[in-house]
């Protein structure tokens, strides 16, 4: 029986893609660059690249900061300081708040009924001023961050660290949400949990995706939970 929740929170209760792209184009004005269609697209495909370098160890959260905005201003031929762009980039980040269509809801009814605890690989700090900016840390329980626990989802670790806090409850009695299919949903596949994937891109569901339940929308989640 399910008693305990772990949920992601980018692109699974905070819009990450919202938050992202109205960071980016106030960034942009600040700094005197000329925005345009391909900014946020190239943007997405650096930064899922170096977050899945993340996930599989092969580099840590400093070298993703030293080279995201570098990389996407090379890709773009922007010539600026991505490093100091960059520190600007997280530090107005921060103050991002966009909730995913339904978050508030779901986190209400969730929390009403199991223990909610964030899940998240995201910078700590930012993720505690984002949640609290949003109004959602009232429906969480526990904030368990790869900064704190010294590993990032899907490894073995992160999870054990989450079990551990939670009083060593037995694994049939977690599961774990999110859109990361590479994180979230291989990492509690990994561990023994049971899964739920959003699908926030709407991606193409095929025999590949081995989560226990699939939704497109939060509200669906009522249906399993």
Known sequence: MITTVLIDVDNTLLDFNECAGATIKKQFEKWNLQYNEKVFPVFKEVNDMLWLKIETG???????????????????????????FETEFREAFSDSKQAVEGAYEIL?????KYTVC???????????????????????THIFNSEQIGAPKPEKKFFDVCLERLGNIPKENIIMIG????????????????????????????????????VDTLEEIKKYL
């Open 58 to 84: 092969e580099i840590d959260k400093p070298t993703l900061y030293k080279l995201r905005w570098k990389t996407i201003f090379e890709h773009l031929g922007i010539d600026a300081d991505g490093l100091q």
């Open 108 to 112: 209400e009814y969730l929390a009403d």
């Open 118 to 140: 964030v899940a998240s690989n995201a910078s700590y700090q930012q993720q505690i001023k984002r949640l609290t900016n949003a109004d959602m840390m009232k429906y969480l």
């Open 179 to 214: 859109d990361s299919l590479s994180a979230d949903i291989k990492g509690g596949i990994q561990y023994g949990i049971k899964t739920l994937w959003f699908n926030y891109d709407k991606m193409p569901v095929t025999d590949a995706v081995k989560a226990d339940y699939i």
